[in-house]
């Protein structure tokens, strides 16, 4: 029973293990693109699975007492605050550890040099669109995959026109739209926005 509160490895030697490992995979993952965490398909959602199984015993180093388990536990969240921190304070680390968003449709063209480095063909775009209740492009304006994976669809004013028609309510609108409009227009043109 007192074995379980007992730490079978030290503590900073857990600590340093757990750290290079969340960096290590934190790493790893944004390799992988966004598209693998925002998107996640079966082959992604195996390789996420096969990770944390891949990953548990270098972070533990054999250390299998319960409070070793919860100075782990404790380490991530430590980390993953800190991140989230570092993140809201500083754009050089959410551009490191988030990355940008990436415009794969503008005026209701795709962009075909920023589909290929997302890893995304034309078909898999146009069914990520579908999901999303468009059927053409015709429907759209912009198209952004955010930093997150998540996809961002603007519709084209034709589509909003159609809307108001149909529903006799006027459609939603970006509430600044000089700001979205010098948003896509830093995407287009490769910085981040």
């Given at each position: ?108 063209k795709p962009i075909l040099k920023n589909l290929r480095a997302e890893l995304l063909t034309a078909r898999q775009l146009r069914e990520m669109l579908r999901h999303q209740g468009f059927r053409s492009l015709n429907e759209i304006n912009d198209v952004i995959l955010e930093a997150d994976g998540t996809l961002t669809v603007l519709r084209s004013d034709a589509s909003y026109a159609v809307i ?30």
């Open positions: 029973m007192a074995h379980m509160f007992r730490f079978d490895v030290a503590p900073l030697e857990l600590a340093i293990r757990a750290i290079t490992v969340y960096l290590s995979v934190l790493v790893l993952l944004r390799i992988g693109g966004k598209r693998q965490i925002g998107q996640m398909g079966a082959t992604e959602f195996v390789a996420i699975l096969l990770i944390s199984n891949a990953v548990q015993n270098s972070m533990n180093g054999g250390d299998n007492s319960l409070i070793g388990g919860v100075w782990l536990a404790g380490i991530l969240i430590g980390l993953s605050v800190s991140i989230s921190w570092l993140t809201y304070k500083s754009r050089f680390f959410a551009h490191l550890f988030e990355g940008n968003p990436t415009l794969l449709v503008h005026r209701g108001e028609k149909e529903t006799g309510a006027p459609a939603p609108a970006w509430p600044d739209k000089s700001e979205l409009e010098s948003f896509i227009s830093d995407l287009s043109e490769g910085r981040d926005g």
